[in-house]
């Protein structure tokens, strides 16, 4: 339990017969939430994912961390903050830790002061940055965001997500109508753009999940108006 009463992530091992091995919790002293893991075959456990005291976005941080799968614990946590989210997380084929969310502009290199969408490269033996790409220019169109990463075939990275013209605090719950899907590659040495593609024409439609095939395709499910 939580002795300060805040919701406390958590992550689990179980059995490939669903018996429970252990149950970790996060040391953070915060609340934290959208967890995210990826397990490496015979190596570590990553996960990441966004922590706040309860009193509002401000406090708001992301963190990594890697977990030795035997026993659940911790071997290196970083974070970074204030108001910094995870949305996802996964594993390049050197072992360092591809993540997606929305950064205020902390990282080295990023832009300063607005909540911006991002994609990072965090080195698997410590959590320390190696690059950082943000989208700005998305954020001059309403509000935008990365659900979701993952490895190519090929190497490179690919992401997915949405922009809107819209406020998405006044849309509330369902799809914004004037959303349009979002999907990119980016260099995985260096973060840069590879190719990025803004589909649709305020179409309502979002990403919250992708994947790739052997040939490099890309599928992408979401929701639309």
């Not at 970083?78 to 050197?94: E, F, H, I, K, M």
């Amino acid at each position: 339990s939580n002795p300060g009463g805040l919701l406390e992530g958590i992550v689990a091992k179980l059995s490939s017969t669903g018996t429970v091995e252990w149950v970790q919790q996060l040391a953070l002293g915060s609340q934290s939430t959208y967890l995210d893991a990826v397990a490496e075959a015979g190596g570590p456990l990553y996960v990441a994912g966004t922590s706040n005291d309860g009193t509002g976005i401000s406090t708001q941080k992301m963190f990594v961390a890697e977990m030795d799968p035997s026993n659940g614990q911790t071997a290196w946590m970083r974070q970074y903050g204030p108001s910094d989210s995870v949305n996802s997380l996964t594993v390049d084929a050197n072992g360092d830790l591809i993540v997606a969310g929305v950064s205020s502009g902390v990282f080295p290199g990023s832009a300063n002061g607005s909540s911006t969408p991002f994609v990072g490269k965090f080195r698997g033996s410590s959590g320390a940055v190696m690059w950082m790409q943000q989208f700005p220019s998305l954020l001059s169109k309403g509000y935008a965001y990365i659900a979701q990463v993952t490895m190519s075939p090929d190497g490179s990275i690919v992401f997915g997500g949405a922009f809107s013209t819209q406020d998405k605090f006044a849309i509330g719950y369902g799809a914004d109508p004037a959303a349009e899907l979002l999907v990119g590659r980016l260099d995985d040495a260096s973060g840069s753009v590879a190719g990025e593609q803004e589909i649709g024409n305020g179409s309502g439609a979002e990403v919250s999940s992708l994947t790739v095939d052997s040939a490099g395709n890309i599928y992408a499910t979401g929701i639309t108006d």
